[in-house]
């Protein structure tokens, strides 16, 4: 299995010179990176980058433990090492839970049928409005602690449990203050055309026109939002209502995304790919004319197994199609309280190989270097190569496809973030 971004030959010359010369701060040694061949390797990392990913040998060794004291020599001993994860698709700043529309669902109620009673995301939006900023972080720290434990270095987080300003920001404030608090890296994104607040019943256009005129605004001149998304769908927004938000969000530089295709075929994707954005999530229902304008923009699927799972969906992303147009595939947790409250990326690896039929290697991809993508993150993290982010993690296990096929104990050996052991 190739791990992502791991240079073939190691690099070009991995002679001491570039170590003796360069003032390394760390070097993990005897790393596992590939199962192409028994080389071990060694990970340089400076000033939270990597420097260098080179051979191992006992000459270089030598050369490091001369130059740098023990403690800065980590012995992975042949332990398997991948990017860090990344989680590229979740909700998981809100309050309230949703536990009751579980039992509603397992009775047969349709999640759009509780969406149209007032349910759903309307659910949630009432409990994060009456939350204060200090609340909204107390519960959402130990979330994204857990995904840290999972081997997680960087985590999007949407708004979209506000629909209106005040809490919009609230949201968006307190997913960057979690970045400040965590060692994690934090994507945020505007998800204000999550659904129609009640102030707006019946007048999609007129919401679509207050995001587009105050909220999506308020939020770029404060720098909140790295990307903004939508859910274009039958209890969500049309096209044409997407098509309007997009266009101010183009005015304010911020890149696209959305949830498209995950209970219907409205086109959405088609239009998140118009707007080379950077990705279309869930696609259930995606048809080949959407994979193939994904394919001719670079946007990338984004697959999300814990709401196909959650809400007992049947119709199943095309996933052969995605191969054959060469349309990078994506997977997130899309941790969120209604249709995912999953918060295991490893398990949604699992489902991504059990119920989609990803292999482990592009499970793998699909939480590094593609996810990277998602986020527009591909040349700062989700490889191993010089100059991207220290962001790797270290395993106990046999083999990367293990990642994938098993969830057992925590197999995460150790988590290094911008080159700092954690
Ligand atoms: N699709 C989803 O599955 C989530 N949002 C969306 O647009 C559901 C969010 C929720 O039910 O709270
Ligand atoms: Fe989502």
Not at 144 to 168: C, H, N, P, R
Not at 339 to 357: E, I, K
Not at 362 to 381: H, R
Request: hydrophobic share 40%; proline share 5%; glycine share 8%.
């Amino acid at each position: 299995m190739a791990v992502n971004g791991v240079p073939a030959t190691g690099s070009s010359d991995g002679d001491n010179t570039r170590i003796n010369n360069v003032p390394i701060d760390r070097a993990w040694i005897n790393a596992r990176l590939s199962d192409r061949d028994d080389q071990l390797y060694i990970i340089l990392t400076r000033s939270g980058l990597i420097h260098d990913v080179i051979p191992s040998s006992a000459e270089t060794v030598a050369a490091l433990q001369s130059s740098l004291n023990a403690a800065s020599i980590i012995d992975v001993a042949g332990g398997w090492v991948t990017p860090g994860l990344i989680d590229c698709h979740t909700h998981l700043v809100f309050a309230g839970h949703r536990a009751n529309e579980f039992e509603q669902r397992l009775q047969g109620v349709s999640y759009e049928t509780i969406a149209r009673q007032g349910g759903g995301i309307m659910a949630t939006v009432q409990q994060t409005r009456k939350a204060s900023f200090d609340e909204l972080l107390k519960l959402s720290m130990p979330r994204v602690q857990a995904l840290i434990d999972q081997g997680v270095t960087t985590v999007e987080i949407k708004s979209g449990y506000g629909l209106e300003l005040e809490t919009e920001l609230k949201m968006l404030r307190a997913a960057r203050e979690l970045e400040s608090r965590l060692p994690v890296r934090v994507s945020t994104t505007f998800l204000g055309a999550h659904a129609l607040p009640p102030e707006y019943h019946n007048n999609a256009d007129g919401y679509i026109d207050f995001l587009c005129r105050e909220v999506l605004p308020a939020v770029a001149t404060e720098q909140l939002a790295d990307a903004v998304d939508m859910f274009c769908e039958g209890i969500g927004f049309s096209v044409e209502q997407c098509r309007r938000l997009f266009e101010v969000a183009a005015k304010h530089g911020l890149p696209v995304k959305g949830h498209t295709e995950q209970l219907s075929c409205l086109g959405g994707t088609r239009l998140v790919s118009e707007f080379k954005g950077l990705s279309a999530d869930h696609l259930e229902y995606l048809d080949e004319a959407g994979v193939k304008a994904m394919a001719q923009a670079g946007t990338v699927a984004v697959l999300l197994p814990g709401a196909f799972y959650y809400l007992r969906e049947t119709k199943l992303p095309p996933i052969e199609l995605l191969r054959q147009y060469g349309v990078p595939m994506a997977i997130a947790t899309d941790f969120n309280p209604g249709s995912s409250p999953l918060l295991s990326l490893r398990l949604m690896m699992n489902m991504a190989c059990v119920l989609f039929g990803l292999t482990p290697d592009e499970a793998l991809k699909g939480v590094t270097v593609n996810a990277a993508q998602a986020l527009g993150l591909q040349d700062m993290t989700g490889k191993l190569l010089p100059g991207m982010q220290a962001d790797f993690c270290v395993w106990n296990i046999s083999c990367p496809a293990e990642l994938a096929s098993e969830l057992a104990v925590n197999t995460l050996h150790q988590r290094v973030f911008a080159g700092e052991p954690g």
